[in-house]
Structures are given as C-alpha cells and as structure tokens.
C-alpha cells in the first residue's frame, strides 16, 4: 500500500495518441496535455519521436516510442534499429510488442534474445545520456494464454526490463485486473508492471493501480485525473491509499 496524492497519480499516466492520421497539431496538443497534468509520458508511434521531444524540451516528462507497433511482427534487427532511430531523435522511453508468432511458438529463446537485444539498445543510449531510458515490455495479453503470460513474465526477470505492459490497446482487448495482478505476482518486484488498453474511466484507472501496476497507458488520462480531483474535493482530502 503507498498513498498517492492528484499529482502522483497524474505522474503514472502515459498520455497516449498512437492513430495513424494524428498531426502535427495533434502531437503538440498531447504534449501540451500532458504538461498541463504533468503526465509523465506521451505515448506515441516512433515517427513522432523528434517533433514531441522538442515539444517536451525541458520538463520532466518523456517521450515514449512504440516499436514494432502495434503487431510486433518485425525481425529483432528491424525492432532494434527502430529502438536506435527512436532514442536518436529524442525518445526517452520504448515500449516494444513482442513477436507473437514466436511465443505461439514455444521459442522461447528467441523472445529472451529479442528482450536483451531491445533492452541492451536502451542500456547503451542510458550510458551514453544518463537518462533513464525505460524499456517496456508489450504482451498483448488478450492473445496469450496465462501459460504464455507467465513465461514471457518469466524471462523478463532475467532480462530486466524496466516494465512489462499489458496491452497495445489496438487488439480486440485491452488490460484487465486479472493480468495485472497476474503479471505483478509473477515479476515481484524485479520488474514493474504497466496496464494499458481500455483504461477509460477513474474506478478501473484505481483498480489497475491496487493490482499492483506502476504506470497506466491511456487516451482518457485528462478525464481520469480530473474526476479524481473532484472526488478528493468533496470527500476533503488530499490523498489515497492504493
């Protein structure tokens, strides 16, 4: 149990716009967004990487690259590469998928290749920089049997991960409580835990967190937050228990 006051809660939101149309306006509106809240991430496809870390310049908040996005289906050269280009032009997070066919697969060695191959670009750019870089994990849970969860949760407490993630929220479900707290059982505390995918509403954002997750990706950060503002209003506080 931990106690979270509007801005700690505002600081596990990943304020996310990954639609293949978004602009240029749409980009320095999230952005903007996210100052605002004082969000601790926007989530982003890898393109965006450059024009929202300039946008960003000088706070604390991250730009967070979405590699191999939304599938996964790239070969772990490409996935690397992509994770190289993203941290060149201003990304201070990745958030990859993992390659689904080779988990359908049972090659386990190859997802635990692909993770220390992905963490190891993010390992080399947090020397060169003496940021963070933190890199995530993506399961697409929905997809994956809890067999499947578990092993990859597995593999992520050798590689060392910053996090391992739920969900892209592109595919035909998102994150549940069940996941999560799944997830979190079987990483402990070596590794955090990101819910992501139909987080739209105050009560699920709070049921992800007592689940055990430490960051939450979503769109409807804004509403979330606010609406979690009004309740500590009237009730008079100025913080929770979670």
């Given at each position: 149990m931990a106690r979270y006051t509007i801005d700690d809660l505002a600081?596990?939101?990943?304020?996310?716009?990954?639609?293949?149309?978004?602009?240029?306006?749409?980009?320095?509106?999230?952005?903007d967004e996210a100052k605002a809240y004082h969000f601790k991430m926007v989530a982003v496809n890898q393109v965006q990487s450059k024009f929202c870390s300039e946008q960003l310049a000088g706070t604390d908040i991250d730009t967070g690259a979405a590699i191999a996005f939304p599938l996964g289906q790239t070969s772990i050269a490409a996935k690397v590469f992509e994770t190289m280009d993203a941290l060149a032009n201003g990304?201070?997070?990745?958030?990859?998928?993992?390659n689904l066919t080779q988990v359908k697969a049972g090659n386990w060695d190859y997802i635990a290749d692909e993770m220390a191959q992905i963490v190891a670009a993010c390992q080399e750019a947090r020397e060169a920089t003496g940021?963070?870089?933190?890199?995530?994990?993506?399961l697409e849970t929905c997809m994956l049997t809890d067999e499947?969860?578990?092993?990859?949760?597995?593999?992520?407490?050798?590689?060392?991960?910053?996090?391992?993630k739920t969900s892209t929220g592109c595919a035909n479900g998102g994150a549940t409580v069940e996941d999560v707290k799944l997830m979190k059982q079987t990483v402990g505390d070596a590794v955090k835990v990101k819910a992501?995918?139909?987080?739209?509403?105050?009560?699920?954002?709070?049921?992800?967190?007592?689940?055990?997750?430490?960051?939450?990706?979503?769109?409807?950060?804004?509403?979330?937050?606010?609406?979690?503002?009004?309740r500590f209003e009237k009730q008079g506080i100025d913080s929770i228990e979670l």
């Open positions: 600081r596990l939101v990943d304020h996310t716009n990954i639609h293949a149309d978004a602009t240029e306006q749409d980009m320095a509106k999230l952005c990304a201070n997070e990745i958030d990859y998928v993992v940021l963070e870089i933190p890199c995530k994990v993506i499947e969860k578990v092993k990859i949760c597995e593999i992520a407490t050798r590689v060392k991960p910053t996090f391992v992501s995918g139909g987080i739209r509403d105050a009560d699920t954002f709070l049921d992800m967190v007592r689940a055990g997750a430490e960051r939450i990706g979503c769109s409807a950060g804004i509403p979330i937050i606010d609406e979690l503002r009004r």
